[in-house]
Structures are given as C-alpha cells and as structure tokens.
C-alpha cells in the first residue's frame, strides 16, 4: 500500500492538467469570450501544459521527480506581491482597463505555476512551490500587456521569464542563483524585439505609462507603497539613489536647455513606478550600501540616456526604464567584485570605517536611510517636481518655448494640441491648421 507521500505525489502530479483545465475555464468569461482570438490564446496556453504534463507522464525517466514540490514561503514574494496589487487598486481606480486585465492577468498566473512545476520536474527538481511568481506576473504587467489579438505572446513572454529564471546562472557568494530578475529580463527582451521591428503598437505599452498619472497623487502614492519594500528589504539605496540621479540631471538639463528633459515631469510617473518595484529585487540587487548606491545611479544615469537615444532613433521613450535593467543585472558580480576589493585595501578599523563614510552608506539601520529619502521626497513634493503643477503641463510654455526655438519646444507643442484637438478643443484644431498652413515648424 503506498505511503501517503507517494500518494500525495501522486496526485501532485496532475496539478498542471488541471491548471490548464482552469484556463480553459476561463475563456467562459465574458472578458475572454468577446475575443474569439483572444479565446484561441487561452486555449492555446492550456494545451502546452496538458501535453507537456501528459508527455512527462509517458516518459519513465522523469517519474521519479515529477509530481515532487516543496513548499516555501518567503516574504519579499508576498509582500511586493500586496504592494503590487495596491498600485493595481489605485491605479484601475481611475484607469478602467487595468481592472478589465485582472482575468487575463490571473490566466499568466495559473500558467506561470503551471509552466514552473513542468519546467523544474522536466529538469529532474522538485517544485519549489510559494508566492514567487506572483510578483513576477504583477510586475511584468505592471510595464506592458499586449492588445487582445496578440496576447498568446504573453504567455511567451511568461514562459522566457521562468526560463531565464531557470537557464541563466551564475556562482554568486558562492551559491548558484539566477542572473536576471525574471520580469525585467522578460520585459527588456520583448522591448528589444518590439523596437526592431516596430510593433510597439501590438501592445499597451504607450497606454500604461501614461495613464498612471490619471490618478491623483499618483508619485506620494508610489512613494508610500515603496517605504514598506525599502523597510522590509533595505532596497532604499538603489531606489534612493536613482531617484536622486534622475532629479538631479533633469534639473540641470532644464537649467541648460530651458526645457524640461522628460517633457512633463522631472521624473515620469511610470519610471518612478519601475525605481520602486522593478530594480529593487534583493536576489539580482547588489548586497552592500556602496554596491547598491551604485546600482542605483547606474540605472538612474542609464533611464536618462535611452530616453535621449530611443527619442533620435525614433522609438518609443517609453522603453527607457525597461532595458537597462538586464544589463545592470549582468554588472552586479563587478561590482560586488569592485566593493570588495576597495575594502580589501583600506586598513582602517571597522569601527573607523564606519565613522568615516556618509550617513547613507554606513551599515546602521535603513531607517536612517528611510529618513533621507522622506526628505528628498518632501524637498521635491514642495518644490513642485512631484504632485504638483509641472512647467511643462502649461502650453503658453511650449509656445514661448517654440518662439525661442528651444530644443523639442516645436515638437512638444504640436503633440499638446493634436491631443487637445482630438478631444475636440476647436481652438487647438484651429491652431493645428494655422501651423500646417504656414508649414514653419511642421
């Protein structure tokens, strides 16, 4: 008679049959069943795990492992998990849409675990079972969805995560572990793709990053979702820091140009979103204070130059906060590497170490950390580079702007009016025609 283990595993094994057989269910709903192609996608993630199980089934050498999981519940999965559904709620609050996501959100969530568990028993593993691709979903779906006729490549997007999670590893601290924080590598790929070959418009992308700000006080809002990921995992410095770097630089561009660098804000809402809840993974983050003040002003200093660089190549800007994010994965053993050997050389006691370097960087309690960045946040807020009006909403602005030929002034101006003429402003029409009438700055 078998033991109940075996028969737990047993029974464990079919668990992504009927994972499937949820997704399946799913296109019952009338937000999948409007779309007959839409439908054809579920259809079609549902069928790669019940093949995939039933092939593992078929195939002895694989029996051993499959249908083994192992739970494990760690908080840095749960908790970004609750803050990522709060900016969900807020958001969606005023942006419809993203409520009208939650089923075919809840589908890559089934065939994320779905896809693991085959994708670790294929492997010989046993499944480590927990909340760690909730955050991988949310956070994905956070920066980019795509439209209803192409969304079978959501689920690939999902499967390339879980399968860089898996393939792509590295000895770090002499441990193996994942290179890529799964979401961001998922997302810079498939933002790859989708510049070179011009099919930004498959997705929602431009729509999500510029609808966070229809909710009010959407930057105080993100910036107390990330007070509790900085006083759980001590991320402050990387989100800190690349805050502080795209402050700083958008202020001296402004200074320089007379325009604002990011058009509107001195730091976009969506890239602020990305500081909090996309770089700040501990696993593929720096350990130390000066090795995550690093990682931080490298991804701060990165989004401030793809802007410029996809703005000439014509691509999408808002790609900016997505790419550097791999990269920047790939560069945390360098500088692990290059912390380590700057303590190595410096003969101080720690005790006088600790004396000698900033505030910020020192190893005493984030909450002194935390304090500095309420500051820095409080300084921009009451200065207006937050919440507040922005220069660059104001349209008399751009027209002096353009009057003096500043740089984009021209381009930024025409953009205001075509939005403002498609909500059927007929003074912004009329404006639009003189412009092309007189053909000087069109």
Same mark, same amino acid.
């Given at each position: 008679?078998?033991?109940?283990?075996?028969?737990?595993?047993?029974?464990?094994?079919?668990?992504?049959?009927?994972?499937?057989?949820?997704?399946?269910?799913?296109?019952?709903?009338?937000?999948?069943?409007?779309?007959?192609?839409?439908?054809?996608?579920?259809?079609?993630?549902?069928?790669?795990?019940?093949?995939?199980?039933?092939?593992?089934?078929?195939?002895?050498?694989?029996?051993?492992?499959?249908?083994?999981?192992?739970?494990?519940?760690?908080?840095?999965?749960?908790?970004?998990?609750?803050?990522?559904?709060?900016?969900?709620?807020?958001?969606g609050w005023y942006w419809s849409p993203v409520y009208d996501m939650s089923v075919l959100i809840g589908a890559?969530?089934?065939?994320?675990?779905?896809?693991?568990?085959?994708?670790?028993?294929t492997r010989g593993k046993a499944y480590t079972m927990g909340f760690g691709p909730i955050p991988i979903i949310?956070?994905?779906?956070?920066?980019?969805?795509?439209?209803?006729?192409?969304?079978?490549?959501?689920?690939?997007?999902?499967?390339?995560?879980?399968?860089?999670?898996?393939?792509?590893?590295?000895?770090?601290?002499?441990?193996?572990?994942?290179?890529?924080?799964?979401?961001?590598?998922? #997302?810079? +790929?498939?933002? &790859? !793709?989708?510049?070179?070959?011009?099919?930004?418009? %498959?997705?929602? *992308?431009?729509?999500? $990053?510029?609808?966070?700000?229809?909710?009010?006080?959407?930057?105080?809002? #993100?910036? +107390?979702?990330? &007070? !509790?990921?900085?006083?759980?995992?001590?991320?402050? %410095?990387?989100? *800190?820091?690349?805050? $502080?770097?795209?402050?700083?630089?958008?202020?001296?561009?402004?200074?320089?140009?007379?325009?604002?660098?990011?058009?509107?804000?001195?730091?976009?809402?969506?890239?602020?979103?990305?500081?909090?809840?996309?770089?700040?993974?501990?696993?593929?983050?720096?350990?130390?204070?000066?090795?995550?003040?690093?990682?931080?002003?490298?991804?701060?200093?990165?989004?401030?130059?793809?802007?410029?660089?996809?703005?000439?190549?014509?691509?999408?800007?808002?790609?900016?906060?997505?790419?550097?994010?791999?990269?920047?994965?790939?560069?945390?053993?360098?500088?692990?590497?290059?912390?380590?050997?700057?303590?190595?050389?410096?003969?101080?006691?720690?005790?006088?170490?600790?004396?000698?370097?900033?505030?910020?960087?020192?190893?005493?309690?984030?909450?002194?950390?935390?304090?500095?960045?309420?500051?820095?946040?409080?300084?921009?807020?009451?200065?207006?580079?937050?919440?507040?009006?922005?220069?660059?909403?104001?349209?008399?602005?751009?027209?002096?702007?353009?009057?003096?030929?500043?740089?984009?002034?021209?381009?930024?101006?025409?953009?205001?009016?075509?939005?403002?003429?498609?909500?059927?402003?007929?003074?912004?029409?009329?404006?639009?025609?003189?412009?092309?009438?007189?053909?000087?700055?069109?």
């Amino acid at each position: 008679m078998p033991s109940k283990p075996e028969k737990h595993k047993a029974a464990q094994i079919f668990i992504p049959i009927a994972i499937g057989g949820v997704i399946v269910a799913l296109t019952g709903s009338a937000r999948v069943h409007s779309s007959g192609i839409l439908a054809q996608s579920f259809w079609g993630a549902a069928t790669v795990l019940i093949a995939w199980n039933v092939l593992l089934l078929a195939a002895p050498n694989l029996r051993e492992a499959a249908g083994r999981i192992d739970t494990t519940l760690r908080a840095q999965h749960y908790i970004q998990a609750v803050c990522q559904l709060a900016v969900y709620l807020y958001w969606g609050w005023y942006w419809s849409p993203v409520y009208d996501m939650s089923v075919l959100i809840g589908a890559q969530l089934m065939f994320a675990y779905g896809f693991g568990m085959l994708l670790s028993w294929t492997r010989g593993k046993a499944y480590t079972m927990g909340f760690g691709p909730i955050p991988i979903i949310l956070s994905i779906n956070l920066f980019l969805w795509f439209r209803d006729d192409w969304f079978y490549l959501q689920f690939l997007m999902v499967a390339v995560g879980f399968l860089g999670k898996d393939f792509i590893r590295w000895t770090r601290g002499g441990q193996q572990a994942h290179i890529f924080n799964p979401s961001a590598f998922a #997302l810079g +790929l498939f933002s &790859l !793709v989708l510049i070179a070959s011009g099919n930004t418009d %498959l997705t929602w *992308g431009q729509e999500i $990053a510029s609808t966070l700000t229809l909710a009010p006080r959407i930057y105080l809002f #993100l910036f +107390l979702v990330g &007070l !509790v990921v900085m006083y759980f995992f001590e991320i402050t %410095l990387v989100a *800190g820091t690349a805050a $502080a770097v795209l402050f700083g630089m958008s202020a001296l561009t402004f200074q320089v140009t007379g325009v604002p660098y990011f058009i509107d804000s001195d730091i976009p809402a969506a890239v602020f979103l990305g500081l909090h809840l996309l770089i700040t993974d501990p696993s593929t983050s720096p350990r130390t204070p000066v090795g995550k003040t690093i990682f931080g002003a490298l991804y701060g200093g990165g989004v401030f130059a793809l802007y410029t660089l996809l703005g000439l190549m014509g691509a999408p800007t808002f790609y900016d906060k997505l790419l550097c994010v791999p990269l920047l994965n790939l560069s945390v053993r360098a500088i692990d590497h290059l912390v380590s050997k700057r303590a190595k050389t410096e003969t101080w006691t720690p005790s006088t170490r600790i004396a000698a370097q900033p505030v910020w960087l020192s190893p005493r309690p984030n909450l002194i950390r935390m304090g500095l960045w309420v500051l820095f946040f409080g300084v921009m807020s009451v200065t207006g580079r937050t919440d507040g009006q922005h220069t660059g909403d104001a349209l008399p602005f751009w027209e002096h702007a353009c009057f003096e030929d500043l740089r984009n002034a021209c381009d930024r101006l025409i953009q205001l009016e075509t939005s403002y003429c498609g909500d059927n402003a007929a003074w912004a029409c009329n404006e639009l025609g003189l412009h092309y009438r007189k053909g000087t700055i069109v």
